[in-house]
């Protein structure tokens, strides 16, 4: 009932503000509790079931069902916010709250649902209005809806959503069906466009305009893509001084590499590696493109971290040391030719059999060539691409191919082309039956 109030507390709801909010508008409302109080068919005792099982799922760790989705059924451990469920949750009330106003006397019996809503909607209005009596402060729009407290929300929407029942209400006393239905279907629209309004300069729109933003993201960004400098990791991160609003993976507008970007989605092996914060630690000392001076095998978690007296320390399993042979030399030299997206170059020279270490993620797709010729990389520190070199000049290439993806689109592009050329076919067969005598 008050949305308002879902973006104005987030650790009490303990979810992000764009996902707490389960508002339908007040006609599907009352239209859900007019189903409650009917009776129901079969189906629509399976919908219901449905709808109380998503929301439960929604709660996360509040209750056992997203755990037991999340461990049992494929696929849906692939997203982080339990709150997901919500949408499926809305849509199950949408589809009984139609079930209800199908019916041939729905709107004669929606005044004691909208008298339930109203009368909740008046206590909390008065309630939280009179409770926060001294604290109101009427500033301009977006910053009083950014500054105002989760009970002066409750209040505040109390009061717009107490007026839209009043309407509704008086909208009931309206003979003609169509004129009804029309006054109905108009008031619940705007319910919800205020709603989202009211929500707009929290989770959408800043103080700042858009073209003062574009001006000074322009004259900061960098439009190519540099080659980036080899050095330390941990020098290489997504803050800095930056444009107002932007406050994450900012390294992203300077086309930079950073050890701790933000990402919703993580690779198990890099939750290992961050996860394990002595080996952390340790290897983002290193620069994002080095040559082992060490290797060391582990068999066990987590790995044991090398004495700091070693230096350029890479950690392999145990199984597969023997492919990183090394004997470190003083005179091996890296040079970074190209980085750009998909793509990585690299000339190198070794004195000695050498092991190269590029701190990407492995991931199926990419692939790597020594001099034209394909090589396997080793995964070390659970998660970075370590090859074997051989002495002598190479030129090495990691290249980033996703073929599933393309051909995924490619289906997709397909699809949708015989689907449009499909419908219109239809529609225009259909128009041409029409037109003939009868």
Known sequence: ??????????????????????????????????????????????????????????????????????????????????????????????????????????????????????????VATIFFWLKNTNEWNFKPWHDAVNNISFTQAIAFQGFIQLLFIVMMLLALLIKDRTKLLMAMITLSAVNVIVAAQLNIPVTVTYNLKTSEVAKEVKEKAVADFPVPEVRPVVLNNDSGGWVSPFWRNLNLFKKQPAWDGYNSFQLKNYVRFVDDESLRQRQISNNWIYFADTVIAYSEEPIIVAPASLHNVCYVPANEKDLLNIQPASGNSISVKTFIPGKIIVEAKTETSSALTLMQQHYHGWKIYDN????????????????????????????????????????????????????????????KLQALPK
Do not use: C
């Open 1 to 122: 009932m008050f949305p308002l109030a879902s973006a104005r507390d987030s650790e009490f709801f303990g979810t992000d503000i764009s996902m707490s909010s389960v508002f339908v508008g007040m006609l599907p409302l009352a239209g859900f509790i007019l189903f409650i109080i009917r009776p129901k068919s079969r189906s629509a005792w399976l919908i219901l079931a449905a709808t109380i099982v998503m929301l439960f799922a929604s709660f996360g760790s509040y209750t056992p069902v997203f755990g037991w989705f999340y461990k049992t059924f494929p696929m849906l451990d692939l997203f982080r916010f339990p709150s997901v469920y919500r949408l499926f949750f809305i849509t199950g009330i949408l589809l009984l709250s139609g079930i209800a106003l199908s019916a041939p006397d729905a709107f004669s019996r929606l005044k004691l649902p909208f008298a339930t809503l109203g009368g909740i909607a008046a």
């Open 372 to 431: 034209d010729k394909e090589v396997k990389p080793v995964v070390t520190d659970y998660l970075f691409m370590t090859i074997p070199l051989a002495q002598g000049t190479h030129k090495i290439e990691y290249r980033y191919e996703n073929k599933p993806i393309h051909n995924a689109l490619w289906l997709s592009g397909v699809t949708l082309i015989v689907l449009i050329g499909f419908s219109l076919y239809a529609f225009f067969s259909k128009n």
